[in-house]
């Protein structure tokens, strides 16, 4: 078969064409006055991303590698590289994707909003800061990109800042988001105090052979890290820390009390991208941290701070469980329906945490599995709401009453999102869910599967409340006049509602194809470690002449 390989600078340039591209835009925007060109000029700055991720996940998959880039051409741990397996090319994908459609869909919902430019310039900075999350191999960078990130985030949520609410709710975001980044940042310094690296590979490779310290290439570019207990110390706090922020960042109870606030008050496009991706930001790194960097073994040796792990783990299904229960609770009550979507957000990152904390290769499945069909069917979700929106100018679910009968395309794609996100067969949730018991049960858990399915049934309730207004409710004001959305609208609903169907439909297929293979490259950090230390070895042959 004959190998498909791109060339490594691919990672690279995600992250460089991303953010010269965002930062180029206001001046652009100088010159050129015409929104039209903002238009098109994002749109095809997001599709040369989503074609670089996408090569870069052809070429990962194909080649069963992993890829190490690095910048200047420095060494790990010396420079900053980006390290890329299984696991985060798809999710680099998918996030470069739905941006792509969430630009697509902009470029009609914002057409009557002032300073598109500046909009256009923090949600092409937004992305970049997500793929460099991602694709980074570095704790330190990962700081610098999640900074990224959450500044384009914050300025996004208060873009409307002529509303109260907007600014409110980006105040809220921003303090408490500051505050989580620079606990993040206090991490980082038991971390390099205590490993001398904040390279993630070596750290991985410590962590499982603190006493073989020569035996790897990376060593000759790393200061001496410190004793086994200091070890253990510094290893313990950085993931107790890290754990924390990212639990924030991805909104799992308690620390999801911003998001009900941010959604809703962000623009809809806005609204899916955090709800669909951002919060995939925290969910990813606590994956990441609590398998590759210290969780899992590798070929090498077991890792030191496996313990500790496992107490977090057990801490992160408590608290998976709660957001799955609070979620579903608040959904019920809410009468905004883009606030009604956003605490589903946290019904389903209590999912996805809970399938993740088992631990075992089913629930790992089942949890990655679930980020893919969260991401495209919440983002969706959110435009289909933000279509009725557009329309009517209110988010009240009363208001609304009726509207579906008159926009039955954007009707039909909230249906397919409301359907997926619900779990009925043959939409991809209700495998989610079947993975996730069957690790519940392998587990001997089989009461915590009450807790999912009562969270499951208010979550109904309140998606069914949505559909209820939209169809079945009579209107509240004449509506005789009321027309579907434009062209790009559309034509976004129309792909996204084709990939989020065939994520169902096509789950046997893409499990056992490319979720399991993923799921495995994650719990085993064999492939990541070697490929980390190959690139070290690479650049001392070169020095050495050899």
């Known amino acids: 078969m004959t190998m498909v390989m791109f060339p490594d600078y691919f990672v690279g340039l995600t992250t460089v064409v991303g953010i010269m591209a965002s930062f180029a835009l206001p001046l652009v925007s100088l010159g050129i006055k015409d929104k ?58 998918t996030t470069a994707v739905i941006c792509f459609f969430i630009a697509l869909y902009s470029v009609e919902y914002m057409e009557k909003f002032h300073g ?38 914050y300025g996004l ?52 052979q603190p006493r073989a310290y020569v035996l790897s290439p990376l060593s000759l570019f790393a200061t001496p890290y410190a004793p086994l207990p200091q070890l253990l110390l510094g290893a313990i ?27 809703p008050a962000a623009p809809t496009p806005i609204s899916a991208a955090l709800s669909g991706l951002v919060v995939k ?18 070929d090498i040796g077991f890792p030191i701070t496996f313990n500790a792990v496992k107490v977090l783990l057990a801490i992160l299904m408590g608290l998976g469980l709660a957001s799955v229960v609070i979620g579903g609770l608040l959904m019920t009550v809410q009468t905004d329906i883009k606030r009604l979507i956003a605490y589903s957000t946290i019904l389903h990152i209590g999912i996805i945490i809970v399938a993740f904390s088992t631990f075992n290769i089913v629930g790992v499945t089942a949890s990655i599995y679930h ?29 609304l ?27 991809a949730t209700f495998t989610t869910i079947l993975l996730l018991y069957s690790a519940l049960l392998e587990l001997g858990l089989a009461p915590l599967i009450v807790i999912i399915i009562f969270g499951e049934a208010l979550a109904f309730i309140g998606y069914m409340r949505i559909i209820y207004g939209l169809w079945f409710k009579p209107p509240v004001k004449n509506l005789s006049g009321l027309k579907e959305v434009g062209a790009p609208m559309k034509v976004t609903f129309i792909v996204m509602s084709v990939i989020v169907v065939l994520i169902g439909v096509l789950a046997p297929i893409f499990v056992s194809k490319v979720i399991y293979p993923v799921a495995n490259s994650l719990m085993d950090a064999t492939a990541y470690i070697d490929a980390v230390e190959k690139a070290a070895r690479e650049v001392i042959s070169a020095l050495m002449g050899g």
């Open 237 to 263: 706090i950085f993931i107790a820390l890290a754990t924390w922020v990212f639990s924030f960042k991805a909104a799992l109870f308690p620390s999801h009390f911003w998001l009900p606030d941010a959604h």
């Open 157 to 208: 949520v208060a873009f409307i800042r002529s509303t109260k609410e907007a600014v409110e709710a980006a105040l809220k975001y921003s303090i408490i988001g500051a505050t989580a980044t620079t606990l993040y940042f206090l991490s980082l310094i038991f971390i390099y105090a205590s490993f001398g690296t904040l390279n993630m590979g070596h750290i991985a490779f410590i962590a499982r």
């Open 401 to 427: 009453a009726g509207a579906g009968r008159y926009m039955k395309i954007s009707l039909s794609a909230m249906l397919i999102a409301i359907l997926t996100l619900v779990g009925l067969p043959p939409f």
């Open 281 to 298: 930001v925290g969910v990813y790194t606590i994956m990441r941290f609590l398998t590759t960097l210290f969780g899992v073994p590798a």
């Open 116 to 153: 598109i430019e500046w909009y256009y310039t923090l949600l092409l900075g937004m992305e970049t800061g997500m793929l460099g999350v991602f694709y980074t191999g570095d704790v330190f960078n990962l700081f610098v990109m999640l900074e990224v990130t959450s500044i384009a985030a």
């Open 36 to 93: 039209r060109v903002w238009d098109l000029y994002t749109l095809v700055v997001t599709f040369f991303l989503m074609t670089l991720t996408c090569a870069v996940f052809i070429d990962v998959f194909i080649n069963n590698r992993v890829i190490v880039y690095k910048f200047g051409g420095f060494p790990p741990p010396l420079g900053i590289v980006y390290t890329v397996d299984k696991f985060n090319a798809i999710i680099a994908l």
């Open 371 to 399: 980020i893919i069909n969260h991401s495209f069917a919440k983002a969706l979700l959110f435009m289909a709401a933000g279509a009725f929106i557009h329309k009517l100018g209110t988010r009240s679910i009363d208001e």
